[in-house]
């Protein structure tokens, strides 16, 4: 019922820059949050950017200063920004939109099939 589908990885050389776009569509009364994560091999699944609030987004360390999270929530979209790409950014990055499907009931974690980014010579 609630499909995520995102776009824009690909391989890119290092001091590059990338654009991630995501968007939630379905049966969505509200979403909660959104955001990107990443995970390479033998990794664990790590946050770059999401927001988590009804402030502005949340950076992980790792990403601080290179990217930039912006939203449109009349779309349910979000779009990451990624500048000064490192070979360390290789993952593939997963969207995440934690939504509600009816007024007053749970939210639910839904993600998207992942999009790989490759930052190499």
């Known amino acids: 019922q609630v499909q995520v589908v995102e776009s824009g990885g690909g391989l890119v050389q290092p001091g590059g820059s990338l654009r991630l776009s995501c968007g939630a569509s379905?049966?969505?009364?509200?979403?909660?949050?959104m955001g990107w994560y990443r995970q390479a091999p033998g990794k664990q699944r790590e946050l770059v950017a999401a927001?988590?609030?009804?402030?502005?987004?949340d950076y992980s360390d790792s990403v601080k200063g290179r990217v930039t999270l912006s939203r449109d929530n009349g779309k349910n979209t979000v779009l990451l920004q990624m500048n000064s790409l490192k070979p360390e950014d290789t993952a593939v990055y997963y969207c995440?939109?934690?939504?509600?499907?009816?007024?007053?009931?749970?939210?639910?974690?839904?993600w998207g099939q992942g999009t790989q980014v490759t930052v190499s010579s």
């Open positions: 995440n939109a934690d939504v509600m499907l009816r007024e007053s009931g749970p939210t639910f974690r839904y």
């Open positions: 379905g049966s969505i009364f509200s979403v909660v949050t």
């Open positions: 927001f988590t609030s009804g402030r502005g987004p």
